[in-house]
């Protein structure tokens, strides 16, 4: 299931940003939904992750007590918001399905949403 993800953008350090992820093809009912950023001359990282089952969530340590993730099933969407942003934050943030309880990514990437802070 390839997925994209919105909501990006230009914000300063402090501020908050609201990242969206869905699929025109596939309903996300079913899948983990993973969030993942890759920030320029790095490796892509894990960031934040909700499971099917029980809505569980799970964040990295970098992120945990300002970014929350969600899902809303009935509009099959996914949503990652960012508070406090960090200038370190800055990436272009991907979502993704991820397998349970790994948080493994899972099938090909879709579009990311680019996310700057300035300091």
């Known amino acids: 299931v390839q997925l994209q993800a919105s909501g990006g953008g230009l914000v300063q350090a402090g501020d908050s940003l609201k990242l969206s992820c869905t699929s025109s093809?596939?309903?996300?009912?079913?899948?983990?939904i993973g969030w993942f950023h890759q920030a320029p001359g790095k490796e892509r990282e894990f960031v934040a992750a909700?499971?099917?089952?029980?809505?569980?969530?799970h964040y990295a340590d970098s992120v945990k007590g300002r970014f929350a993730i969600s899902r809303d099933n009935a509009k099959n969407t996914v949503t990652l918001q960012m508070n406090s942003l960090k200038h370190e934050d800055t990436a272009v943030y991907y979502c993704a399905t991820v397998d349970a309880p790994s948080m493994d990514p899972f099938g090909s990437w879709g579009q990311g949403a680019q996310v700057t802070v300035s300091s």
């Open positions: 093809r596939r309903t996300l009912r079913g899948y983990s």
């Open positions: 909700i499971t099917w089952s029980d809505g569980d969530t």
